[in-house]
């Protein structure tokens, strides 16, 4: 029988063999044609050399063997796939780019393009990519296309994926055409453009298609269109502008990722129209109109989801959660959940790896599941209401957290030393509770990996660290708002990889360690409202890296002159006793956005390199001694939003450019996207505390901070000895809230240029030697709360009681003699009588008498004077008169001595 197959089998090894050397000779490796195709493509793509090895001079290179950007057919040796994204380095200053697409003609076996992120605006003219009949897979993302989705794409008919992120595409989709027309089509990618309007009814003839992203668009309407994607599996619509009921959505059965987050859907808490989706197993729906309903107790969903993201919800926690047993991540973040810590999840949920719970009103103690969770990686339950103590076996039963935070509670009692079991921690996050006691030891000793450590606003106290102290990869320190005391630890300076380090509000003692200067990555250095004295390191010289130094609040003597780092953006030095010249310090600090210098005892002049800091925002320099002029410089400064020179002995002008250094700007605060990693997300933690600065205005000193502080702007060079008149274009500043020039020697008139102070909200001028009328243009500065001229030589009419001003009352104006008008009781009108007024007091008539009665006594004493004097000259210059003087002068003291001898006994006897 075997000697009857072996025929057989030599035909089957010559067939073999054929085939083999056939192969052999066809994938002798790429076409020639298409090898210098690639040759001619590559100067367009070669930016940053990642085609350098396309070698143009051997022709026996096998372009199939370049590099994993070309795949070649096996058989044929022709190019089927090309990878040429991030190969070109756009960026919007090299202007629009256009593609020659004939440059891709001889790819005729060509199934996968990927030209992402080259900045490509377009085709050139009568040349498209749309003519490939072969083509499967186009990436285009990271374009810069600026139009809606190309109509030629529907001749793409063989497209199975197709991407668009990131191209700038806006306007709305058609209605036929287009899209529609590609029925093969299974992955679809138009996230993070500009397309609106709904989606068109088109989208139902996709029936292939089984992933589809449209996240970060504006895209509104309902989704009924999406009804007959029966094979979808993967659908995110997430933050968009969607309204209306999921109904659409019950018939799409075999999905399994799907994302609703940032709409305006009305979801059921209960989830019950997914109920039938036994694929799902991802499910996020964060911010938006989710409504409660009665659940039925007996009914259990057939889905077992990995992960779930909610918010907006109240009340109890769903109950289809009490089924789920395969959740590996849980983010019940932002909803109003109350009642106890679900531990039910944990003990349901053996593979959970993260948990957040963070911002509802969670209350009551933290439990303890009924055996150790191995798999929980991340634990959030921040910005709760948990009392109590943190059990003491914590570390024990969740020993493979690498984040856990519980700040924003109500917990005290002491820091479980158990937590230094959690050896792979390095978030750790008890801040803003009450717990009280020491550090514990064990912590420090057994957290190798922490970060980031903060403990931040307890009542904690002792000693920061001890001496094993083996923190060694920490990036943050955050143990401000507490009772610690002592010195700055020397175990510190085995942290060198220290970023942030927040000590403020301690009762630290003693001299800035200069080892301080040694920790090169810092970046933010916070340690106001604390004992420290002495100058300020010279070591300090080396944080090439410091942005942040917040030293205010303490008894800091100096400044080294070597201080200046480029990287340094805020300085907040207020309320030290640093001495004498500014001289170089902060030279070179050309990223400089806050300098704050305040309440010290600095003395000369504002040095003239200010003006080389132009990044310069918030100058605060008040209650100093500094003298000389308003330096012209500032007028170099176009991002001056606060200027405090207040309380020094300034002298000279008002810059008149001054104009130029306050404007609007709008100072933009990012929000964070919520598909970060728990890394990022937790990223601002580390650094970022917020910046406060504290400001005069409306006659209180008040401290902004946030988004307030980047819309606040003002100028106060108040109490100094400024002269000069006030320069018109001041009133320029349109978006200035508050201008305080009072306390100086300033003369001349209020400009009428000051009506265009649009935003003003306090106005003093007071204490200066203004002269001439109050312009009436200044009754239409309807946002003014505060208003003061007191003290000048203004004269005329005030301006009544009208607008704002009529919330005013005198003190606004008085010290002013020549003013008249409400609300000062001086009439301006000359033929109303004051006899006709009632004289009911000797208050009322002095109220209403036409002569001031300071100028009165002036007026008087000055006269007296003048007539005494002139006595004396006559009497001394005449020698007969003032013989005749001293005779009067005797007979008349006799006289009145009779006349009290006379009398006075008669006086005693009545």
């Given at each position: 029988?075997?000697?009857?197959?072996?025929?057989?089998?030599?035909?089957?090894?010559?067939?073999?063999?054929?085939?083999?050397?056939?192969?052999?000779?066809?994938?002798?490796?790429?076409?020639?044609?298409?090898?210098?195709?690639?040759?001619?493509?590559?100067?367009?793509?070669?930016?940053?050399?990642?085609?350098?090895?396309?070698?143009?001079?051997?022709?026996?290179?096998?372009?199939?063997?370049?590099?994993?950007?070309?795949?070649?057919?096996?058989?044929?040796?022709?190019?089927?796939?090309?990878?040429?994204?991030?190969?070109?380095?756009?960026?919007?200053?090299?202007?629009?780019?256009?593609?020659?697409?004939?440059?891709?003609?001889?790819?005729?076996?060509?199934?996968?393009?990927?030209?992402?992120?080259?900045?490509?605006?377009?085709?050139?003219?009568?040349?498209?990519?749309?003519?490939?009949?072969?083509?499967?897979?186009?990436?285009?993302?990271?374009?810069?296309?600026?139009?809606?989705?190309?109509?030629?794409?529907?001749?793409?008919?063989?497209?199975?994926?197709?991407?668009?992120?990131?191209?700038?595409?806006?306007?709305?989709?058609?209605?036929?055409?287009?899209?529609?027309?590609?029925?093969?089509?299974?992955?679809?990618?138009?996230?993070?453009?500009?397309?609106?309007?709904?989606?068109?009814?088109?989208?139902?003839?996709?029936?292939?298609?089984?992933?589809?992203?449209?996240?970060?668009?504006?895209?509104?309407?309902?989704?009924?269109?999406?009804?007959?994607?029966?094979?979808?599996?993967?659908?995110?619509?997430?933050?968009?502008?969607?309204?209306?009921?999921?109904?659409?959505?019950?018939?799409?059965?075999?999905?399994?990722?799907?994302?609703?987050?940032?709409?305006?859907?009305?979801?059921?808490?209960?989830?019950?129209?997914?109920?039938?989706?036994?694929?799902?197993?991802?499910?996020?729906?964060?911010?938006?109109?989710?409504?409660?309903?009665?659940?039925?107790?007996?009914?259990?969903?057939?889905?077992?989801?990995?992960?779930?993201?909610?918010?907006?919800?109240?009340?109890?926690?769903?109950?289809?959660?009490?089924?789920?047993?395969?959740?590996?991540?849980?983010?019940?973040?932002?909803?109003?959940?109350?009642?106890?810590?679900?531990?039910w999840l944990l003990e349901n949920n053996t593979q959970l790896q993260k948990l957040v719970l963070l911002n509802n009103s969670l209350t009551g103690p933290l439990p303890l599941p009924f055996h150790s969770h191995l798999k929980l990686m991340t634990l959030d339950i921040s910005m709760n209401i948990f009392d109590g103590h943190i059990p003491a076996e914590v570390g024990a039963y969740f020993p493979g957290l690498r984040v856990l935070n519980i700040s924003g509670n109500a917990l005290e009692g002491n820091i479980p030393s158990s937590i230094g079991d959690m050896k792979w921690l390095y978030i750790l996050d008890l801040s803003y509770n009450h717990l009280s006691g020491e550090i514990p030891e064990h912590l420090v000793e057994g957290c190798f990996y922490l970060e980031f450590l903060?403990?931040?606003?307890?009542?904690?106290?002792?000693?920061?660290?001890?001496?094993?102290?083996?923190?060694?990869?920490?990036?943050?320190?955050?143990?401000?708002?507490?009772?610690?005391?002592?010195?700055?630890?020397?175990?510190?300076?085995?942290?060198?990889?220290?970023?942030?380090?927040?000590?403020?509000?301690?009762?630290?003692?003693?001299?800035?360690?200069?080892?301080?200067?040694?920790?090169?990555?810092?970046?933010?250095?916070?340690?106001?409202?604390?004992?420290?004295?002495?100058?300020?390191?010279?070591?300090?010289?080396?944080?090439?890296?410091?942005?942040?130094?917040?030293?205010?609040?303490?008894?800091?003597?100096?400044?080294?002159?070597?201080?200046?780092?480029?990287?340094?953006?805020?300085?907040?030095?207020?309320?030290?006793?640093?001495?004498?010249?500014?001289?170089?310090?902060?030279?070179?600090?050309?990223?400089?956005?806050?300098?704050?210098?305040?309440?010290?005892?600095?003395?000369?002049?504002?040095?003239?390199?200010?003006?080389?800091?132009?990044?310069?925002?918030?100058?605060?320099?008040?209650?100093?001694?500094?003298?000389?002029?308003?330096?012209?410089?500032?007028?170099?400064?176009?991002?001056?939003?606060?200027?405090?020179?207040?309380?020094?002995?300034?002298?000279?002008?008002?810059?008149?450019?001054?104009?130029?250094?306050?404007?609007?700007?709008?100072?933009?605060?990012?929000?964070?996207?919520?598909?970060?990693?728990?890394?990022?997300?937790?990223?601002?933690?580390?650094?970022?505390?917020?910046?406060?600065?504290?400001?005069?205005?409306?006659?209180?000193?008040?401290?902004?901070?946030?988004?307030?502080?980047?819309?606040?702007?003002?100028?106060?060079?108040?109490?100094?000895?400024?002269?000069?008149?006030?320069?018109?274009?001041?009133?320029?500043?349109?978006?200035?809230?508050?201008?305080?020039?009072?306390?100086?020697?300033?003369?001349?008139?209020?400009?009428?240029?000051?009506?265009n102070l649009k935003q003003i909200e306090s106005l003093d001028l007071s204490y200066n030697n203004l002269s001439g009328v109050i312009p009436h243009q200044l009754a239409e500065l309807y946002t003014l709360e505060v208003f003061s001229v007191a003290y000048n030589n203004l004269s005329g009419r005030t301006l009544g009681l009208v607008a704002q001003f009529s919330t005013f009352n005198a003190s606004s104006y008085e010290?002013?003699?020549?003013?008249?008008?409400?609300?000062?009781?001086?009439?301006?009108?000359?033929?109303?009588?004051?006899?006709?007024?009632?004289?009911?007091?000797?208050?009322?008539?002095?109220?209403?008498?036409?002569?001031?009665?300071?100028?009165?006594?002036?007026?008087?004493?000055?006269?007296?004077?003048?007539?005494?004097?002139?006595?004396?000259?006559?009497?001394?210059?005449?020698?007969?008169?003032?013989?005749?003087?001293?005779?009067?002068?005797?007979?008349?003291?006799?006289?009145?001595?009779?006349?009290?001898?006379?009398?006075?006994?008669?006086?005693?006897?009545?």
């Amino acid at each position: 029988m075997g000697l009857k197959q072996q025929p057989w089998v030599w035909v089957f090894v010559v067939v073999l063999i054929t085939i083999v050397s056939l192969e052999s000779r066809w994938s002798e490796g790429c076409l020639e044609q298409e090898r210098f195709a690639l040759l001619q493509l590559k100067p367009f793509f070669n930016t940053f050399h990642e085609l350098d090895s396309w070698v143009e001079g051997d022709h026996n290179s096998d372009c199939c063997q370049w590099d994993w950007r070309v795949e070649c057919n096996d058989t044929t040796g022709k190019v089927i796939s090309l990878d040429l994204s991030d190969t070109r380095g756009w960026n919007s200053e090299m202007g629009e780019w256009y593609l020659n697409a004939s440059l891709f003609s001889p790819f005729q076996q060509l199934h996968s393009l990927d030209l992402g992120y080259n900045g490509i605006a377009g085709c050139v003219e009568n040349e498209d990519l749309y003519n490939w009949k072969n083509l499967k897979h186009l990436s285009m993302d990271g374009t810069n296309l600026n139009i809606s989705i190309p109509q030629g794409i529907g001749r793409l008919t063989s497209l199975e994926s197709l991407s668009f992120r990131f191209c700038n595409l806006n306007g709305t989709l058609p209605d036929q055409g287009g899209l529609c027309e590609l029925k093969l089509l299974q992955q679809l990618d138009l996230s993070n453009n500009d397309l609106r309007g709904s989606l068109p009814w088109c989208f139902g003839n996709l029936t292939s298609l089984q992933v589809l992203h449209l996240y970060s668009n504006q895209f509104s309407g309902n989704i009924s269109p999406l009804r007959a994607l029966t094979s979808i599996q993967e659908l995110d619509l997430s933050s968009n502008q969607f309204s209306g009921n999921i109904s659409p959505l019950t018939a799409l059965t075999s999905i399994q990722q799907l994302h609703l987050s940032d709409n305006h859907f009305q979801i059921p808490i209960s989830l019950e129209p997914f109920f039938n989706h036994s694929k799902l197993k991802g499910f996020t729906c964060k911010n938006n109109d989710l409504y409660a309903e009665t659940e039925l107790y007996s009914l259990a969903p057939k889905f077992q989801l990995n992960y779930i993201v909610m918010s907006g919800c109240r009340g109890t926690f769903p109950k289809f959660l009490y089924h789920q047993h395969d959740l590996q991540a849980v983010d019940l973040s932002h909803n109003n959940f109350t009642g106890v810590f679900p531990d039910w999840l944990l003990e349901n949920n053996t593979q959970l790896q993260k948990l957040v719970l963070l911002n509802n009103s969670l209350t009551g103690p933290l439990p303890l599941p009924f055996h150790s969770h191995l798999k929980l990686m991340t634990l959030d339950i921040s910005m709760n209401i948990f009392d109590g103590h943190i059990p003491a076996e914590v570390g024990a039963y969740f020993p493979g957290l690498r984040v856990l935070n519980i700040s924003g509670n109500a917990l005290e009692g002491n820091i479980p030393s158990s937590i230094g079991d959690m050896k792979w921690l390095y978030i750790l996050d008890l801040s803003y509770n009450h717990l009280s006691g020491e550090i514990p030891e064990h912590l420090v000793e057994g957290c190798f990996y922490l970060e980031f450590l903060a403990l931040s606003n307890n009542s904690l106290q002792g000693q920061i660290f001890s001496s094993n102290f083996k923190l060694t990869n920490l990036l943050s320190l955050q143990l401000d708002g507490n009772h610690f005391h002592g010195k700055i630890p020397n175990s510190l300076y085995n942290a060198s990889d220290l970023m942030g380090l927040y000590l403020s509000d301690n009762q630290l003692s003693g001299k800035i360690p200069g080892w301080l200067g040694n920790l090169t990555r810092l970046v933010e250095l916070v340690m106001p409202n604390n004992h420290l004295e002495g100058p300020i390191p010279p070591e300090f010289c080396q944080l090439e890296n410091l942005e942040v130094l917040n030293l205010a609040g303490n008894s800091i003597s100096d400044i080294p002159s070597c201080f200046s780092p480029s990287s340094l953006k805020q300085v907040h030095l207020s309320r030290n006793m640093i001495q004498g010249e500014l001289q170089d310090s902060f030279r070179n600090s050309s990223s400089m956005v806050t300098l704050d210098l305040g309440y010290n005892c600095i003395n000369g002049s504002i040095p003239n390199w200010i003006g080389r800091l132009f990044n310069l925002t918030y100058l605060i320099l008040n209650n100093n001694n500094l003298q000389g002029r308003v330096p012209i410089q500032l007028c170099q400064l176009d991002r001056l939003r606060l200027i405090d020179l207040s309380h020094n002995n300034l002298f000279g002008y008002i810059p008149h450019c001054l104009m130029i250094a306050l404007h609007d700007r709008d100072f933009a605060v990012p929000a964070p996207s919520y598909y970060e990693s728990e890394m990022n997300r937790t990223a601002s933690l580390f650094m970022g505390k917020e910046e406060t600065i504290e400001f005069r205005t409306k006659t209180i000193s008040y401290s902004y901070h946030g988004k307030i502080l980047t819309k606040m702007s003002g100028i106060d060079l108040s109490c100094n000895k400024l002269t000069g008149s006030i320069p018109s274009q001041i009133g320029n500043l349109s978006m200035i809230h508050t201008l305080n020039l009072s306390h100086n020697n300033l003369t001349g008139s209020i400009p009428s240029t000051f009506s265009n102070l649009k935003q003003i909200e306090s106005l003093d001028l007071s204490y200066n030697n203004l002269s001439g009328v109050i312009p009436h243009q200044l009754a239409e500065l309807y946002t003014l709360e505060v208003f003061s001229v007191a003290y000048n030589n203004l004269s005329g009419r005030t301006l009544g009681l009208v607008a704002q001003f009529s919330t005013f009352n005198a003190s606004s104006y008085e010290g002013n003699p020549l003013l008249c008008g409400l609300p000062l009781p001086k009439s301006c009108d000359p033929i109303e009588s004051p006899t006709l007024l009632p004289t009911n007091s000797s208050d009322n008539g002095k109220e209403n008498d036409f002569m001031d009665m300071d100028i009165f006594y002036i007026s008087f004493t000055v006269t007296y004077a003048i007539v005494l004097l002139t006595i004396v000259v006559v009497l001394l210059i005449n020698p007969y008169w003032r013989r005749t003087w001293f005779y009067v002068v005797e007979t008349w003291m006799t006289s009145f001595y009779y006349f009290i001898v006379d009398h006075l006994p008669k006086c005693h006897y009545i």
